[in-house]
């Protein structure tokens, strides 16, 4: 089969959504011809401003999937009405009739970025018997399913959306997203919502639930020793998150949480993983210099990096991350491959991979002091560590990339019986 798989960014480009379509484009590509077409972004800035960071190379290969970047174009008119400025959209967009007010709909992907109108063209002229995008709400979806009802060929999304944050609560998303011809969400309560406010009908045969992924084997290769005697950690307590530093995946409340755990285990140390935000640097400046002695601030890891990723999952006592915006946490997955106990915000679908008292603990979203008690409890109790760490364990250990990319293949095949 001829698949394209359309989303916004591709590895080195670090999220979710990502890391989801470069491992099942991996698995895919010794049976089927796969096509990654993705905006030249490496970091979510450059979708609205040519200040953010961006990849120069139009195409490249990496494990063998052939990858497309396209530049993101940048104009008042793109900013203000981008389907004035591209008519080719707007004519198009004729194709995929019935909505309700279909500009305005339009619109509301477009504004999220990244504008490739080059995206769209390719996509136009190239043989595609499935057409696969992710992750609303972004553009790319609406090149991806405009593509598709041009040329007749299924279209597929996995919007991995948000629902606790409002911004994907925009009515428009939702009006668009039932135009797909299948959805794959990755929790129940995803599709729910989609359900719900979609006005999706026949949704037992369009909503397809397919889990996220984990790769056990590669935190076999961890150094977790080594990267304690590299950071001075040696036999100290490790909290580990991993992730974007900002307000919604919980990093602030982390910080704000230090001074609760500090008081009750003196030699705590605070791991922080990924991109830093504005409002991180601010929080983190406004630590006593007591706390900020507690914390080993690191930059973006790629997920394959063995020195510091994967083995500082390994090395840590709990895994943290808060958070209210992740459709599903692969983070999460990723401390149970190391039967490490959890931490998250007892809010949108972090329950369903979250068993309270289980594999992990849920805490309110923003309360630190709340976050603070769980941390200690599970530093002063190793026992408890270790049975929710096992527990997590059991959960995921089938749950491999290989096994979800086996369930993509017999739906893309699906549509071809």
Request: aromatic share 12%; hydrophobic share 40%.
């Amino acid at each position: 089969m001829n698949i394209s798989h359309v989303v916004q960014r591709y590895f080195p480009a670090i999220s979710g959504s990502e890391l989801y379509f470069q491992k099942i484009s991996e698995h895919l590509i010794e049976k089927h011809k796969i096509k990654v077409l993705c905006s030249n972004a490496l970091d979510f800035r450059a979708f609205g401003t040519p200040k953010g960071k961006i990849i120069e190379s139009k195409y490249s290969q990496i494990n063998n999937v052939p990858i497309f970047r396209f530049p993101i174009k940048y104009s008042y008119f793109i900013n203000k009405f981008p389907l004035i400025e591209y008519k080719t959209i707007k004519k198009l967009l004729k194709q995929i009739g019935r909505f309700r007010n279909p500009l305005i709909d339009a619109y509301n992907l477009l504004i999220n970025g990244p504008y490739c109108p080059d995206l769209l063209e390719f996509l136009l002229s190239i043989n595609s018997d499935i057409i696969h995008s992710t992750c609303f709400p972004f553009a790319t979806n609406l090149f991806a399913l405009i593509a598709g009802k041009m040329k007749r060929v299924p279209t597929l999304t996995t919007p991995f959306f948000h629902f606790a944050n409002k911004r994907y609560q925009n009515p428009s998303l939702l009006r668009i997203l039932k135009f797909f011809d299948m959805i794959l969400v990755c929790s129940k309560l995803e599709a729910q919502y989609i359900i719900n406010h979609g006005g999706i009908k026949r949704f037992d045969k369009k909503i397809k639930l397919i889990k996220m992924g984990v790769d056990i084997k590669k935190f076999t290769r961890a150094k977790p020793k080594k990267l304690r005697q590299k950071f001075g950690i040696n036999s100290k307590p490790l909290v580990l998150f991993c992730g974007y530093k900002n307000y919604e995946k919980g990093a602030i409340h982390i910080l704000k949480s230090i001074k609760y755990v500090i008081k009750r285990v003196p030699d705590v140390v605070f791991m922080f993983i990924g991109p830093s935000t504005k409002a991180f640097n601010i929080e983190k400046g406004k630590l006593k210099s007591d706390y900020k002695k507690h914390i080993i601030n690191i930059g973006v890891v790629p997920y394959d990096n063995i020195k510091i990723k994967i083995s500082s999952f390994m090395a840590s006592d709990i895994y943290v991350m808060p958070s209210r915006s992740d459709a599903y946490g692969i983070a999460f997955l990723e401390a149970f491959a190391c039967k490490k106990p959890v931490i998250g915000a007892n809010i949108g679908a972090t329950p369903e991979i979250i068993q309270n008292n289980h594999n992990g603990i849920l805490v309110p979203f923003g309360a630190p002091n709340v976050l603070g008690n769980a941390i200690v409890r599970l530093l002063k109790n190793p026992g408890l560590r270790d049975e929710l760490g096992y527990n997590g364990y059991q959960k995921i250990k089938n749950q491999t990339w290989e096994n979800v990319s086996k369930k993509i293949e017999e739906i893309y095949l699906s549509f071809y019986e």
